[in-house]
């Protein structure tokens, strides 16, 4: 279940409902998918074939049509981020720059943990979404924020677009995090 680390306070909301409504009241869309829908042998593989992300978008496949039509996505895919991904470290760079896309950022976690950070309403600054399987966390258009992993470097997640070529980041000026 999602935890919340508000950056400027320390503090921390857990609990399904506490994280949705704050989570709400900051114009982030949370979401809770069954993560028993998923094989033990994918729940844990992080090096995943295209064979593999193909059955995880049909495992979920009802889900994410319900989403993709609440919410007008129109494609959607499955990353894997582990220490068997070629320039890993570059790519993490790349992610933990703050920045805004010009459509919401969506991620379904079906397998490991990642971070979000965003930037909430001005009396609360920015605030860490610590996501784990079955989380799924839209954050709005043009909302400053990046995503990062956790310790152990893993993750696969479902990702849902508007645009064919997928979010473009635009980036802003550091926040001094």
Do not use: C
């Not at 400053?144 to 473009?168: C, S, Y």
């Amino acid at each position: 279940m999602a935890e919340i680390v508000i950056r400027n306070t320390n503090e921390r909301i857990s609990g399904e409902e506490n994280v949705r409504q704050f989570l709400n009241s900051q114009e982030v869309v949370y979401e809770h998918w069954n993560m028993d829908k998923l094989p033990k042998e994918l729940q844990e593989q992080f090096s995943l074939s295209d064979d593999d992300k193909k059955r995880i978008l049909d495992i979920f496949d009802e889900e994410i049509r319900d989403l993709a039509a609440r919410r007008g996505y129109k494609i959607w895919d499955v990353i894997t981020l582990s220490e068997s991904t070629p320039n890993l470290e570059e790519l993490l760079q790349k992610f933990e720059e703050v920045h805004t896309h010009t459509e919401d950022e969506i991620r379904a976690i079906v397998g490991g943990k990642g971070i979000f950070i965003i930037k909430g309403a001005e009396d609360v600054g920015y605030f860490n979404v610590e996501l784990e399987p079955g989380d799924v966390i839209s954050v709005p258009e043009n909302t400053p924020h990046f995503f990062t992993l956790m310790d152990n470097k893993q993750i696969v997640a479902v990702r849902l677009f508007i645009e064919a070529n997928g979010w473009i980041a635009t980036p802003v000026p550091n926040p001094g995090l």
